[in-house]
């Protein structure tokens, strides 16, 4: 017997938190952690080395995205960098 997840609506928890998500990009865990927050009243900046498939998802939430490389430390940088000035820092 399989259960069905069931849907919990959000409660508003992160209104006003800026919320910086890696490794976003498809539908695993980095995803799943975007849209949770978005659905608790985050604003999300989404980031992921998958440029087309960060695109699609960035599209898909209706948030800001930036391509970034977590292994290489530029890249790192200039994320954060994107998300100061996109969000006004992280939460």
Request: proline content about 3%.
């Amino acid at each position: 017997m399989t259960q069905t997840p069931q849907y919990v609506p959000g409660h508003g928890l992160l209104t006003g938190k800026r919320v910086l998500v890696t490794a976003a990009a498809g539908s695993g865990i980095g995803s799943s952690t975007a849209r949770r927050c978005a659905e608790e009243g985050a604003t999300i900046m989404i980031s992921d080395r998958h440029e087309a498939r960060l695109a699609a998802t960035a599209e898909e939430l209706g948030v800001a995205s930036v391509p970034c490389d977590v292994t290489d430390e530029e890249s790192v940088q200039a994320m954060f960098a994107a998300a100061t000035a996109e969000l006004g820092g992280v939460d």
